[in-house]
C-alpha cells in the first residue's frame, strides 16, 4: 500500500494560472510534509515545506495547505510560469529520528505560454 | 560553488561487478542520507546516517553498503551489481537532526548491463 500518493499525475496549465497539486496520505504518525521541485536531469529541490501543527505555509507564489483530518495536503502556484515546468513530489516524514523521508510518485507539470 | 557533490555523473557497470558512488556536502551538515529513482518506483530513502553512525538501513539487501569516512562524505559501495539497481542514486543531507529540511544532490546515475 502506497503511503504517499499524489495527483494528477501530469498536468498542464497557461502562464499566468494557478496550478493546484494534491498529495494523501496513509500514516497518522506523519508531521512534517516537504514539497520537491525537480528538472530533468538534476536533484529534487526542496521547494517548501510544512508541519502537522500549521495548516498553511506561504512562500512568494508558492502555498502549501495542510488538513490533517482528511490526511491530504496540496501545493499552489499563482502565477505560473514556464520555468515552473518540472516535477513535484509531495513528501512525508514522522520524525522518529531516521530522517526518512516517504515520497509520492510526482505530478509532472506543464505551463504553457 | 556547487553544496553537495556527486561523483561521477553517469556510471556504466556490467553484472556482477562492484562500484562506489562518491557523495561530499559542503552545508556543515551532520546528517547524510541516500536514496534512489528508478522508472518503476519513486523516490525511495536507502540509509541514513548521523556524525557518522547509521541510523537506518531500509534496503532489503547486504550489497548495498554506505561508507562514511569523514563526516561530510558518505559514498555508497554496490556489489554484485544487477540490472535491477539501475537508477539514479541522489545524496542528501540535513541540518539539526534527521527531521530536517533535506537537500538532494544532483545524482549519479547508474546503468548495469
Known amino acids: 500500500q502506497q503511503q504517499v500518493r499524489q495527483s494528477p499525475q501530469s498536468l498542464t496549465v497557461w502562464e499566468g494560472g494557478t496550478t493546484v497539486l494534491t498529495c494523501s496520505y496513509e500514516?497518522?504518525?506523519?508531521?512534517?510534509f516537504p514539497w520537491y521541485q525537480q528538472f530533468p536531469g538534476e536533484g529534487p529541490a526542496l521547494l517548501i515545506s510544512i508541519l502537522s501543527v500549521s495548516d498553511k505555509k506561504e512562500d512568494g507564489r508558492f502555498t502549501t495547505f495542510f488538513n490533517k483530518r482528511e490526511k491530504k495536503l496540496s501545493l499552489h502556484i499563482i502565477d505560473s510560469q514556464p520555468g515552473d515546468s518540472a516535477t513535484y513530489f509531495c513528501a512525508a516524514s514522522d520524525f522518529t529520528n531516521t530522517g526518512k523521508l516517504t515520497f509520492g510518485d510526482g505530478t509532472v507539470l506543464t505551463v504553457k505560454p | 560553488d556547487p553544496k553537495i557533490i556527486q561523483k561521477p555523473k553517469y556510471l556504466v557497470a556490467v553484472t556482477g561487478s562492484e562500484k562506489i558512488l562518491i557523495c561530499e556536502q559542503y552545508l556543515g551538515h551532520n546528517a547524510m542520507y541516500w536514496y534512489r529513482q528508478s522508472a518503476k518506483k519513486p523516490l525511495e530513502f536507502m540509509f541514513s546516517y548521523s556524525y557518522q553512525k547509521l541510523m537506518d538501513n531500509q534496503t532489503a539487501s547486504s550489497r548495498f553498503q554506505p561508507q562514511s569516512s569523514k563526516k561530510n562524505h558518505l559514498d555508497l559501495q554496490i556489489t554484485a551489481l544487477k540490472p535491477d539497481d539501475s537508477a539514479t542514486y541522489f545524496c542528501?543531507?540535513?541540518?539539526?537532526?534527521?527531521?530536517?529540511?533535506?537537500?538532494f544532490g544532483p545524482g549519479t546515475r547508474l546503468t548495469v548491463l
Open positions: 500514516d497518522s504518525t506523519f508531521n512534517y
Open positions: 542528501a543531507s540535513s541540518q539539526e537532526g534527521l527531521f530536517y529540511e533535506q537537500y
